[in-house]
């Protein structure tokens, strides 16, 4: 069975500082690792997609990374507009579900 | 260019009634989803269409039936509404079901059962 684990819970930040939230996983198969954001009342909007270990993709301040059991969401020097929550779900070898984490709720405080 | 589009966006029912939410996407994509999202539990899969004409159960698929209508549309039906079908309910598309097409997700819709 597919797991994801995401961590922390909740993150405070001050604007400008720098942090990274985690996503833990097992999964029989990786075809792909996925990263989305979540605004209140919002449907989950997509980010990006790891494919495989020592994968690396950015967009603006956010810069995702991929190891073979952990995917990490760096955000450099964020702005009260980064706040969200932030998924992660993980997508197994002959499979058309996606596993979801639980999401860390991001604070960034001006 | 709308995207995924739900409705309604909020509903409440009682227990036992019956309601359809509807969904439609204007992006061609080839395959629908609908998602709930609980508190404290990430989105977990209620029934898919990978292409029009097929559905299959997901996750959580008890107490649901769903009906891909043609390629733009794809409804879920609550037959008989329970408490524990409140949640928020997500309808999502994409291309196909690889890992190189990801899922477009609409606003969700809202739904009480008292």
């Known amino acids: 069975e597919d797991q994801v684990t995401q961590s922390p819970e909740a993150l405070r930040l001050q604007e400008g500082e720098s942090s990274s939230l985690n996503c833990s996983y097992t999964v029989s198969g990786l075809r792909g690792l996925f990263w989305y954001r979540q605004d209140p009342g919002k449907g989950p909007e997509f980010l990006f997609t790891l494919y495989s270990a020592g994968e690396e993709k950015e967009k603006e301040r956010l810069k995702a990374t991929l190891t073979k059991k952990e995917s990490f969401l760096h955000i450099t020097a964020p702005k009260p507009e980064d706040s969200a929550t932030y998924l992660c779900?993980?997508?197994?070898?002959?499979?058309?579900?996606?596993?979801f984490g639980k999401g860390t709720k991001l604070s960034v405080i001006p | 260019n709308a995207g995924v589009t739900q409705t309604p966006k909020f509903q409440v029912l009682k227990t036992g009634q019956s309601m359809t939410l509807q969904c439609a996407q204007d992006m061609n994509h080839n395959s629908m989803y609908w998602y709930r999202q609980d508190p404290g539990m990430g989105l977990r899969l209620i029934y898919y269409?990978?292409?029009?004409?097929?559905?299959d159960k997901g996750e959580v698929p008890n107490g649901y039936n769903v009906s891909r209508l043609n390629k733009r549309e794809f409804s879920l039906r609550l037959e008989s509404a329970a408490p524990s079908q409140t949640s928020v309910y997500f309808c999502?598309?994409?291309?196909?079901?690889?890992?190189?097409?990801?899922?477009?997700f609409g606003n969700g819709t809202r739904l009480t059962v008292t």
């Open positions: 269409s990978a292409s029009e004409g097929t559905t």
């Open positions: 779900a993980v997508q197994g070898a002959g499979s058309y579900q996606l596993t």
């Open positions: 999502a598309s994409s291309e196909g079901g690889t890992a190189n097409s990801p899922l477009h």
